[in-house]
């Protein structure tokens, strides 16, 4: 029972690094390639 805040607390601090990854790719391959940013785009919101 103890385990249940601290598996809440890793899964939230979890989707927020996800999310930080993928502006971060996003905002780098919008400076590289914009074909490659448009295909990973439509990839990474499919999951």
Excluded: G, H
């Excluded at 989707?15 to 790719?25: D, G």
């Amino acid at each position: 029972m103890s385990t249940s805040p601290n598996f809440n607390i890793n899964l939230e601090s979890v989707l927020f690094l996800k999310a930080l990854y993928e502006l971060a790719v996003i905002c780098f391959l919008s400076y590289t390639n914009s074909d490659l940013l448009l295909f990973l785009d439509s990839s990474l919101f499919l999951y």
